[in-house]
């Protein structure tokens, strides 16, 4: 078993039995596809919501929409079957408290929101999801049994 | 290093700041610093310096690494600047420096190890605004602007989560930042925090230009 580890606006593909990871996760969004059939997964550690210009050679996962087109293309091209794909999302933090309150709509949420709303326009079911709250995430993905692992300091260790 | 003209040229990026230019930020840190050693000293009631024995020129994304990887706790502070230049401040103090600061400030102990009460993170914040106001004022009489720091938002959490929220409040990722590194000495120990200076993509080069034609 081997850990790949996916950096800030980039994804990475990998097979069972291994691991996808992204350490310290904060407003950003990790986006893990899988498809349960092959074990074939692909996760991406984004950066901000939707669409960056076409014509600017941006990091492959610096936007939602790119980052999961991108993916899906490669998982397709890799022996993934479209149908068979499902979506597990975590990330998407409000890290800094201001004093002057939260705001309602903090980059961390708009990155969640554009992300589900492509999922859903690309017909992937979004079976779990950990997002927003105040806290950082390191992910892990295990393509073994397509679940996902979320280590945190304060709310300790979750599984989605 | 000769004239102003060599030590400050015409610059278009942060990255093109030579090390005689890093070297003469640095001493101007240092004056900022020795001004927050004195309010520090005095809030303490015993001695206390700050140092600064670096300042380079960093990608965000590389700041982490720096730092120790990114699942190593920190403490963050984002200033956001205003005034004639606007930009971000981010100051970031490892946890075990966390601790020892609070314990020197406060002169007890942390009430829980791996977390910060509302009390604990006021003086912190109250460091960090004293650093930051101090060194503010020492880049606004070098560059002849004026730059406000407003209050701070803080976070405590791993270091990978501080910095990427941090690039993505202001959107970018290919932002290469002043990195101003600031050791805090009292009698009894060290201590040693980044504070680390963005400004704007629309205030940059009015922030460049002020250090080509500085007269010091």
Redesign the interface.
């Known amino acids: 078993m081997k850990k790949i580890q996916v ?3 980039s994804y990475s593909l990998a097979e069972s039995p291994d691991v996808l990871a992204s ?6 969004v990790v986006v893990a596809l899988f498809d349960p059939g092959t074990g074939l997964a692909a996760m991406a550690h984004v ?2 919501p939707g669409r960056g210009e076409e014509k600017k050679s941006l ?1 492959p996962a ?1 936007y939602s929409d790119q980052a999961i087109e991108g993916m899906l293309e490669d998982l397709l091209r890799s022996g993934g079957v479209r149908e068979r794909l499902v979506a597990k999302i975590a990330g998407g ?8 309150g939260s705001k309602d709509n903090s ?2 949420q708009r ?1 969640v929101e554009t992300v589900i709303e492509k999922l859903s326009r690309e017909g992937i079911p979004l079976i779990a999801k950990d997002v927003g709250k ?5 992910v892990e993905f295990y393509t073994e049994s397509g679940r996902m692992l979320i280590k945190t ?2 709310e300790g260790i979750k599984e989605i | 290093m000769g004239t102003s003209d060599q030590r400050f040229g015409k610059i278009k990026a942060l990255s093109d700041l030579t090390e005689a230019q890093l070297n003469a930020l640095r001493e101007m840190s240092h004056a900022g610093m020795a001004h927050a050693t004195a309010a520090l000293s005095q809030l303490l009631g015993h001695p206390l310096t700050l140092t600064v024995p670096r300042v380079s020129i960093v990608p965000l ?1 590389q700041i ?1 690494g720096q730092v120790g ?3 190593e ?1 920190v403490a ?1 502070l ?1 200033f956001k600047i205003r005034g004639d230049v606007k930009g971000s401040i981010l100051v970031l103090i490892p946890w075990n420096g966390v601790l020892s600061v609070i314990q020197t400030l406060t002169g007890k102990k942390t009430a829980q190890p ?2 910060l009460t509302e009390d604990e993170a006021s003086v912190l914040k109250e460091l960090g605004n004293i650093l930051t106001s101090a060194y503010l004022t020492a880049l606004s009489n070098l560059l002849g602007v004026l730059l406000i720091p407003s ?19 202001r ?1 970018q ?1 290919e932002e290469v930042a002043m990195v101003i590194e600031t050791r805090f000495e009292n009698p009894a120990n060290g201590v040693a925090g980044r504070l680390i200076l963005l400004p704007d993509p629309e205030s940059l080069p009015g922030f460049l230009d002020r250090l080509s034609s500085n007269p010091r």
């Open positions: 950096p800030l606006a350490y310290g996760v904060g407003s950003c950066m901000l990091p610096m933090a409000q890290m800094f408290v201001f004093p002057s980059p961390g990155n105040n806290y950082g995430r390191s300091i304060s | 994304v982490p990887g990114e699942e706790w963050g984002y791996m977390a209050i701070p938002g803080i976070a405590f959490d791993m270091v990978g989560a501080v910095v990427d929220s941090f690039m993505v409040e959107g990722l």
